[in-house]
């Protein structure tokens, strides 16, 4: 575990990234006491620049405070986000793991699953869903979920076939512990490293998808995100040029800080990986 935190605070990037995170999710859960008032509260008159009296960021097109809706809106795309990782991972897991650990017909079927869903464009999946379905957080968790877990499934079944073939596997199986024992904890425990960066990237991924989703109106009309914020401004985008930009750099920031996290993780549970990078 010392190794391990060693490891990643050596990675100045992962460093960046896990302090901006967590500035990030602290202003989610402080958004209340910083920002008092409701996000769609009208606090001001429509499109106030940035740095005006009483509008920090600027306000929207109806007098909304923009940073009040970006603190706010931190809270849903954060948690949106965080909630379909768990589910994409639990899902990809369990499939991947029965299809690395079964192999043959199983095996066979549940890849022929995974390619079904990743002939369909991701992005267009998931509008069709939330399309269908009725735009709530709910749908939006689906929809997310049902377009993520795919590749990790692929990612926990490489990692399966390559280690049902071990010594300790064979050893635990000669044993006699039952199937679900072996793969919970002989082969999951061993396999969790790629799974652990896959699912940080993973978030980012979401927050992508959820601002694109509720730029074209698709996300829950009764919460306020970032890309709720953008879709909002699209319309003005010349004349209120702040209503796009700030829960933009969010967007940005946040993204690109879990993808600092993502790389470091990596170098930190891989360290072969790192080892042959520095010395390319």
Known sequence: MNAFIQSFCRNKGGIIGLIVLALV?????????????????????????????????????????????????????LLLAA?????????????????????????????????????IPSFFLAVVLVAILTPNMATVIFAIAVVSWPPLARLVRAEFMSLKNREFVQAAMLAG???????LTQILPNSLSPVIVSGSLMIASAILLESALSFLGLGDPNAITWGYIIGMSRSVLRDAW?????????????????????????????????RRRATQ
């Open 83 to 119: 909630v379909s990782t768990v589910v994409s991972i639990l899902v990809g897991i369990t499939v991947g793991a029965l299809a690395g650990f079964y192999g043959g017909r199983v095996d066979q079927a549940i890849v022929g699953f995974i390619e079904l869903f990743q002939t």
């Open 25 to 77: 999710t602290l202003m989610a859960i402080t958004a209340g006491w910083i920002f008092p008032d409701s996000p769609w509260d009208i606090v001001n008159g429509p499109f106030m620049p940035p740095l005006s009296d009483g509008a920090l960021l600027g306000t929207d097109t109806l007098g909304r405070d923009i940073a009040t809706g970006i603190a706010y809106g931190s809270r849903v795309t």
């Open 177 to 183: 512990q039952s199937n679900i024992r072996i793969i």
């Open 242 to 274: 702040w209503m796009s930009v700030f829960p933009g750099v969010a967007i940005l920031v946040t993204v690109l800080s879990l993808n600092l996290i993502g790389e470091a993780l990596n170098d930190a549970l891989n360290p072969k990986l790192a």
